[in-house]
């Protein structure tokens, strides 16, 4: 007799918090800014988040031991380019097209994602993003809302 066992969405840990950045800089830009002036520590981890062949988002984490906080900074948007064959004169044509890791928030540019921390330091953390140039807002977001919670846990 064969057993089946499904793991159920309670088991999933959602405890944590969301920070969206709208901002035009580059993924090791903001990390580098957010370090700054946040006196964080994220590094660029080894491999990027992947859900299939082609989508690819960069991921910067740190894990602040004496707060007990784990932050991850992760891009929301990964833009895929495919190559179109041509059968006529025309060399092969290039397309993109822009998936995004929350797909209800298209218009968020990077997601900071915290593990335990505590609501008034992540208000503080909010303001000093918020003083970086080139980055337009930030904002909490509310995680129980999203439908795409899920591809936040990792």
Same mark, same amino acid.
């Given at each position: !007799? @064969?057993?089946? %066992?499904?793991?159920?969405?309670?088991?999933?840990?959602?405890?944590?918090?969301?920070?969206?950045? %709208?901002?035009?800089?580059?993924?090791?830009? !903001?990390?580098?800014?957010?370090?700054?002036?946040?006196?964080?520590?994220?590094?660029?981890?080894?491999?990027?988040?992947?859900?299939?062949?082609?989508?690819?988002?960069? &991921?910067?984490?740190?894990?602040?031991?004496?707060?007990?906080?784990?932050?991850?900074?992760?891009?929301?948007?990964?833009?895929?380019?495919?190559?179109? *064959?041509?059968?006529? @004169?025309?060399?092969?044509?290039?397309?993109?097209?822009?998936?995004?890791?929350?797909?209800? %928030?298209?218009?968020?540019?990077?997601?900071?994602? &915290?593990?335990?921390?505590?609501? *008034?330091?992540?208000?503080?953390?909010?303001?000093?993003?918020?003083?970086? *140039?080139? &980055?337009?807002?930030?904002?909490?977001?509310?995680?129980?809302?999203?439908?795409?919670?899920?591809?936040?846990?990792?």
């Amino acid at each position: !007799m @064969l057993t089946t %066992h499904k793991i159920s969405a309670d088991f999933y840990d959602d405890n944590f918090q969301l920070i969206a950045i %709208h901002s035009g800089l580059e993924d090791y830009a !903001m990390g580098y800014a957010i370090n700054s002036i946040c006196g964080l520590r994220l590094k660029r981890r080894d491999k990027d988040l992947k859900f299939d062949q082609d989508l690819s988002f960069s &991921v910067f984490e740190w894990e602040d031991e004496l707060s007990d906080t784990y932050w991850t900074l992760i891009s929301n948007k990964c833009t895929v380019k495919t190559e179109i *064959p041509s059968d006529g @004169l025309f060399q092969n044509r290039t397309s993109s097209r822009t998936d995004y890791l929350v797909k209800e %928030h298209k218009e968020v540019d990077y997601i900071l994602k &915290v593990d335990g921390g505590e609501t *008034p330091i992540l208000n503080g953390k909010i303001k000093f993003i918020n003083q970086i *140039p080139k &980055v337009v807002t930030a904002y909490s977001l509310e995680t129980q809302t999203l439908k795409s919670k899920r591809n936040l846990i990792f």
